[in-house]
């Protein structure tokens, strides 16, 4: 039987069951606290903007009920970022470390069982109506097997085993990204109409079937790229669990420590590249959701549907854009420039969208906004050894779930604090910051990444004469 690499699969089912929630998520919190405040359901009227029936009303209680509900949608969601991202910061960093040793599967599997444990909380709370504080639970609870982090870590670490070439390996990470694009495109547009026919119970349902299809694939089908060493296991003074341990605990740590000259200074600011965009670029994204919520746009759940499915394909014409630049030879940190800068045109644009038509029109400036994550991806992979890619992925995904979550949480709290005056200032602020990867980006252009490829040649260069050195003592 011929054995199955292929995790494209698992990224993209996993992409369209996770995000045919997401979007459910925050509305499905803020018709609980719509309720709770005005003691009446959540306004549903075909095509009729509750924005357009709360100026046509005479009550003058509206906007008073509608910012007390955004205020406590926000601070629910600080509550559920801040409780789930210790204990998944802590499960990435293990697991996606010790597949270095243990196997690349078990960094997938973990957090695709703990999506399984989420989505069935989700739906527990809505069929029994539950207290909504309980979904705080749920995601400490499904956080303890890892999150998104933990799984794109693995899979990244996993791809890095079948690629070898540089331009493979951009390509195929840019292609997991594109994965998760078009699929949560389409999870998106669907969302909308499933909430309208169906209520919130049919689409947590349908998440959980096609999560655990998505586990029995993991499982089952995908095979394994890296295959344990019995060295891993010998017992140590008694301790037979101590050399995995120390790998764990010091395998980022070596990895940093390790790199030599140029190749050490190139890593560290290719990763404040990579963190620093994160935090001003997919922070910000976070609150679109609750900011197309709000006066004066007040969309239904359609048109958020159809606004995050055009914000996915980004993914889409990033990879367009990437494999285009890539064929014309075009430098990488060029092509991390390019991206910066279109994601910082976009924030600026939806930091001044009042009406539905330009709310469509700013995904236009961010259509590039997706491409400097597969690109530094691929060359943070080239500068450590094959032995280290796990604990390279992993260490990156502890970084970008630690600090993203916790921008993800202190946006919120700017966002509610600037909702009475400015409640675009939080997008001004996140384009403010994208000015800080770009100067990384300025400063390892000017040191050179030649000299970190040098390092890592001779690094493979020691190696293969280390191996040589045990194989004729042998």
Known sequence: MKRIFLVEPLVAMYAFSFFLILPL??????????????????????????????NNSSSSNDSSYHEEVQRLASQFSTYSVIASTIPSLIVTLLLVTHSDRGGRKIAIVMPLIGSVIYTLGLLTVSYFELNVYLL???SFSSSLFGGLGTFLGGVFAYIADLTKGDREKTLRMGGVETMIGLFSGVASICTGYFLNAAGFNWPFLTSVIFQCLNLAYAIFVLEETVTPSPSDFVPINGSPQRSVWKQIIYGVYDMFTRARGGGQKI??????????????????????????LNEPLCWDAILIGYGAALSTTAFITSYLGLAVLTCCHVPQLVIVALGILSATAGLITLAFAKTTFLMFMVRGPMLLGMMPFPVLRAMLSKIVSTSEQGALFAAISFLENLTTNVATAVFYSIYSATLDWCPGFLF???????????????LVSWIGVDVAEEVVVQEAVEEDLVEEREDNGS
């Open 428 to 442: 001004l602020l996140s384009a403010g910051l994208c000015t800080i990867p770009l100067i990384f980006v300025g």
């Open 136 to 138: 705080i639970l749920v």
């Open 25 to 54: 998520v925050q509305q499905y919190v803020y018709r609980r606290f719509w309720l709770e405040v005005t003691g009446t359901p959540y306004p549903i009227s075909g095509n009729t903007s509750r924005c357009m029936e709360n």
């Open 267 to 292: 890593l560290v600011l290719l990763t404040i590249i990579f963190i620093s965009f994160a935090i001003a670029y997919l922070g910000a994204l976070s609150l679109v959701t609750l900011y197309e």
